[in-house]
T-cell receptor, first 116, second 114 residues
Framework: AQTVTQSQPEMSVQEAETVTLSCTYD???????LFWYKQPPSRQMILVIR??????QNATENRFSVNFQKAAKSFSLKISDSQLGDTAMYFC?????????????FGKGTHLIIQP | EAGVTQFPSHSVIEKGQTVTLRCDPI?????LYWYRRVMGKEIKFLLH????????ESGMPNNRFLAERTGGTYSTLKVQPAELEDSGVYFC????????????FGQGTRLTVV
Protein backbone atom coordinates (compact mmCIF):
# COMPACT_ATOMS: atom_id res chain seq x y z
CA ALA A 1 0.00 0.00 0.00
CA GLN A 2 1.05 3.54 -0.64
CA THR A 3 1.33 6.32 1.90
CA VAL A 4 1.61 10.05 1.36
CA THR A 5 2.91 12.36 4.07
CA GLN A 6 2.51 16.10 4.26
CA SER A 7 4.37 17.29 7.32
CA GLN A 8 3.16 20.89 7.33
CA PRO A 9 -0.43 21.18 8.57
CA GLU A 10 -0.44 24.93 8.04
CA MET A 11 1.77 27.56 6.46
CA SER A 12 1.44 31.30 6.20
CA VAL A 13 3.41 33.63 3.94
CA GLN A 14 3.14 37.18 2.71
CA GLU A 15 1.74 37.97 -0.69
CA ALA A 16 4.38 37.86 -3.47
CA GLU A 17 6.65 35.57 -1.49
CA THR A 18 7.69 32.12 -2.63
CA VAL A 19 6.51 29.15 -0.62
CA THR A 20 7.35 25.45 -0.78
CA LEU A 21 5.00 22.74 0.41
CA SER A 22 6.57 19.41 1.21
CA CYS A 23 5.33 15.94 0.37
CA THR A 24 6.93 12.56 0.75
CA TYR A 25 5.51 9.22 -0.22
CA ASP A 26 6.22 5.58 0.12
CA UNK A 27 5.55 2.95 -2.50
CA UNK A 28 6.99 -0.20 -3.99
CA UNK A 29 5.66 0.74 -7.42
CA UNK A 30 8.12 1.86 -10.07
CA UNK A 31 5.60 3.57 -12.32
CA UNK A 32 3.09 6.00 -10.91
CA UNK A 33 1.76 9.54 -10.99
CA LEU A 34 1.94 12.32 -8.45
CA PHE A 35 -0.42 15.23 -8.13
CA TRP A 36 -0.96 18.41 -6.20
CA TYR A 37 -4.59 19.40 -5.71
CA LYS A 38 -5.85 22.71 -4.37
CA GLN A 39 -9.11 23.17 -2.48
CA PRO A 40 -10.07 26.81 -1.96
CA PRO A 41 -12.52 27.55 0.86
CA SER A 42 -15.97 26.14 0.07
CA ARG A 43 -14.99 25.14 -3.44
CA GLN A 44 -14.06 22.07 -5.40
CA MET A 45 -10.64 20.52 -5.40
CA ILE A 46 -8.83 21.33 -8.59
CA LEU A 47 -5.71 19.88 -10.06
CA VAL A 48 -2.70 22.16 -9.78
CA ILE A 49 0.05 20.08 -11.28
CA ARG A 50 0.84 16.51 -12.27
CA UNK A 51 4.08 14.56 -12.56
CA UNK A 52 4.68 11.22 -14.24
CA UNK A 53 7.27 9.24 -12.29
CA UNK A 54 9.08 8.12 -15.44
CA UNK A 55 9.78 11.73 -16.41
CA UNK A 56 12.92 13.22 -14.95
CA GLN A 57 11.98 16.78 -15.82
CA ASN A 58 10.08 18.58 -13.11
CA ALA A 59 6.58 19.67 -14.07
CA THR A 60 5.79 23.38 -14.23
CA GLU A 61 2.51 25.23 -14.55
CA ASN A 62 2.94 29.00 -14.57
CA ARG A 63 3.76 30.02 -10.98
CA PHE A 64 3.60 26.42 -9.76
CA SER A 65 6.47 23.99 -10.06
CA VAL A 66 7.51 20.78 -8.40
CA ASN A 67 10.77 19.35 -7.18
CA PHE A 68 10.45 15.65 -7.85
CA GLN A 69 13.14 13.50 -6.28
CA LYS A 70 12.25 9.93 -7.15
CA ALA A 71 15.03 8.25 -5.19
CA ALA A 72 14.14 10.22 -2.10
CA LYS A 73 10.39 9.80 -2.78
CA SER A 74 9.87 13.48 -2.40
CA PHE A 75 7.48 15.70 -4.34
CA SER A 76 7.43 19.30 -3.12
CA LEU A 77 5.37 22.11 -4.61
CA LYS A 78 6.79 25.57 -5.08
CA ILE A 79 4.50 28.53 -5.52
CA SER A 80 6.25 31.64 -6.79
CA ASP A 81 4.93 35.18 -6.45
CA SER A 82 2.14 33.96 -4.20
CA GLN A 83 -1.26 35.60 -4.53
CA LEU A 84 -4.19 35.98 -2.16
CA GLY A 85 -6.14 33.54 -4.32
CA ASP A 86 -3.60 30.85 -3.55
CA THR A 87 -5.04 30.57 -0.05
CA ALA A 88 -6.40 27.03 0.10
CA MET A 89 -5.85 23.48 1.32
CA TYR A 90 -3.24 21.74 -0.77
CA PHE A 91 -3.24 17.98 -1.07
CA CYS A 92 -0.46 15.85 -2.41
CA UNK A 93 -1.68 12.64 -4.04
CA UNK A 94 -0.34 9.44 -5.55
CA UNK A 95 -1.81 7.12 -8.14
CA UNK A 96 -0.48 3.82 -9.38
CA UNK A 97 -0.01 3.35 -13.07
CA UNK A 98 -2.50 0.94 -14.55
CA UNK A 99 -5.77 2.75 -14.52
CA UNK A 100 -5.90 3.92 -10.96
CA UNK A 101 -8.56 1.40 -10.06
CA UNK A 102 -8.04 2.10 -6.39
CA UNK A 103 -7.98 5.80 -6.97
CA UNK A 104 -5.78 8.43 -5.46
CA UNK A 105 -3.90 8.17 -2.18
CA PHE A 106 -3.87 11.54 -0.46
CA GLY A 107 -1.82 13.22 2.21
CA LYS A 108 -3.51 15.02 5.10
CA GLY A 109 -3.16 18.35 3.40
CA THR A 110 -1.44 21.66 4.09
CA HIS A 111 -3.49 24.74 4.81
CA LEU A 112 -1.73 27.58 3.03
CA ILE A 113 -2.60 31.13 4.00
CA ILE A 114 -1.40 34.05 1.90
CA GLN A 115 -1.33 37.25 3.96
CA PRO A 116 -1.85 40.63 2.30
CA GLU B 1 -20.06 22.34 -19.31
CA ALA B 2 -21.28 21.44 -15.84
CA GLY B 3 -18.74 20.07 -13.42
CA VAL B 4 -19.17 17.27 -10.94
CA THR B 5 -22.11 18.06 -8.71
CA GLN B 6 -22.97 16.54 -5.38
CA PHE B 7 -26.18 16.64 -3.38
CA PRO B 8 -26.79 17.60 -0.67
CA SER B 9 -23.98 19.94 0.26
CA HIS B 10 -24.66 19.36 3.95
CA SER B 11 -26.58 16.72 5.84
CA VAL B 12 -27.16 16.36 9.56
CA ILE B 13 -28.79 13.12 10.65
CA GLU B 14 -29.24 11.19 13.83
CA LYS B 15 -27.40 7.99 14.55
CA GLY B 16 -29.34 5.07 13.15
CA GLN B 17 -30.94 7.01 10.33
CA THR B 18 -30.33 6.51 6.65
CA VAL B 19 -28.74 9.04 4.31
CA THR B 20 -28.25 8.91 0.57
CA LEU B 21 -25.64 11.04 -1.13
CA ARG B 22 -25.74 11.70 -4.83
CA CYS B 23 -23.04 12.46 -7.36
CA ASP B 24 -23.54 13.60 -10.93
CA PRO B 25 -20.28 13.21 -12.82
CA ILE B 26 -19.25 15.16 -15.86
CA UNK B 27 -21.12 13.85 -18.88
CA UNK B 28 -19.12 11.23 -20.74
CA UNK B 29 -16.84 10.36 -17.84
CA UNK B 30 -16.75 6.61 -17.37
CA UNK B 31 -14.73 6.69 -14.17
CA LEU B 32 -16.45 7.74 -10.98
CA TYR B 33 -14.79 7.66 -7.57
CA TRP B 34 -16.04 8.18 -4.05
CA TYR B 35 -13.71 9.43 -1.33
CA ARG B 36 -14.19 10.41 2.30
CA ARG B 37 -12.32 12.77 4.55
CA VAL B 38 -12.82 12.35 8.27
CA MET B 39 -11.92 15.44 10.28
CA GLY B 40 -8.17 15.92 10.54
CA LYS B 41 -7.33 12.84 8.55
CA GLU B 42 -6.45 11.95 4.99
CA ILE B 43 -8.92 11.78 2.16
CA LYS B 44 -9.54 8.08 1.77
CA PHE B 45 -10.61 6.19 -1.31
CA LEU B 46 -13.94 4.38 -0.96
CA LEU B 47 -14.72 2.91 -4.36
CA HIS B 48 -14.41 3.23 -8.10
CA UNK B 49 -16.98 2.71 -10.83
CA UNK B 50 -16.25 2.24 -14.49
CA UNK B 51 -19.58 3.03 -16.06
CA UNK B 52 -22.07 1.02 -13.99
CA UNK B 53 -19.58 -1.60 -12.79
CA UNK B 54 -17.74 -1.49 -9.50
CA UNK B 55 -14.06 -1.65 -10.39
CA UNK B 56 -12.76 -1.54 -6.85
CA GLU B 57 -14.65 -1.17 -3.59
CA SER B 58 -11.80 -2.08 -1.28
CA GLY B 59 -12.11 1.21 0.56
CA MET B 60 -15.71 0.81 1.66
CA PRO B 61 -15.67 0.79 5.47
CA ASN B 62 -18.33 -1.86 6.04
CA ASN B 63 -21.62 -3.20 4.77
CA ARG B 64 -23.54 -0.20 6.04
CA PHE B 65 -22.32 1.58 2.93
CA LEU B 66 -23.91 0.82 -0.43
CA ALA B 67 -22.95 2.55 -3.66
CA GLU B 68 -24.76 2.28 -6.95
CA ARG B 69 -24.40 3.71 -10.40
CA THR B 70 -27.38 2.52 -12.36
CA GLY B 71 -27.07 3.17 -16.07
CA GLY B 72 -23.55 4.42 -15.69
CA THR B 73 -24.59 8.00 -15.09
CA TYR B 74 -25.10 9.43 -11.62
CA SER B 75 -24.11 7.52 -8.50
CA THR B 76 -25.57 7.25 -5.03
CA LEU B 77 -23.89 6.35 -1.79
CA LYS B 78 -26.24 5.19 0.93
CA VAL B 79 -25.31 4.85 4.57
CA GLN B 80 -27.71 2.70 6.56
CA PRO B 81 -27.78 2.86 9.52
CA ALA B 82 -25.49 5.82 10.04
CA GLU B 83 -23.03 5.82 12.93
CA LEU B 84 -21.18 8.70 14.57
CA GLU B 85 -17.88 7.71 12.96
CA ASP B 86 -19.42 8.13 9.50
CA SER B 87 -19.26 11.89 9.90
CA GLY B 88 -16.99 13.59 7.41
CA VAL B 89 -16.87 15.06 3.95
CA TYR B 90 -17.71 12.73 1.08
CA PHE B 91 -16.15 13.64 -2.24
CA CYS B 92 -17.01 12.38 -5.66
CA UNK B 93 -14.68 12.61 -8.64
CA UNK B 94 -14.97 11.64 -12.28
CA UNK B 95 -12.58 11.23 -15.17
CA UNK B 96 -12.40 9.94 -18.70
CA UNK B 97 -11.74 6.27 -19.30
CA UNK B 98 -8.15 6.92 -20.41
CA UNK B 99 -5.55 6.37 -17.74
CA UNK B 100 -3.99 9.37 -16.09
CA UNK B 101 -6.58 11.83 -17.21
CA UNK B 102 -7.43 14.52 -14.73
CA UNK B 103 -9.95 13.66 -12.07
CA UNK B 104 -12.54 16.39 -11.51
CA PHE B 105 -13.95 16.68 -8.03
CA GLY B 106 -17.29 17.79 -6.71
CA GLN B 107 -17.61 20.18 -3.78
CA GLY B 108 -18.31 17.35 -1.43
CA THR B 109 -21.13 16.50 0.96
CA ARG B 110 -20.50 17.29 4.58
CA LEU B 111 -22.22 14.59 6.63
CA THR B 112 -22.71 15.02 10.34
CA VAL B 113 -24.12 12.16 12.36
CA VAL B 114 -25.32 13.20 15.82
Amino acid sequence: AQTVTQSQPEMSVQEAETVTLSCTYDTSESNYYLFWYKQPPSRQMILVIRQEAYKQQNATENRFSVNFQKAAKSFSLKISDSQLGDTAMYFCAFMKQGGGADGLTFGKGTHLIIQP
Amino acid sequence: EAGVTQFPSHSVIEKGQTVTLRCDPISGHDNLYWYRRVMGKEIKFLLHFVKESKQDESGMPNNRFLAERTGGTYSTLKVQPAELEDSGVYFCASSHRTENTEAFFGQGTRLTVV
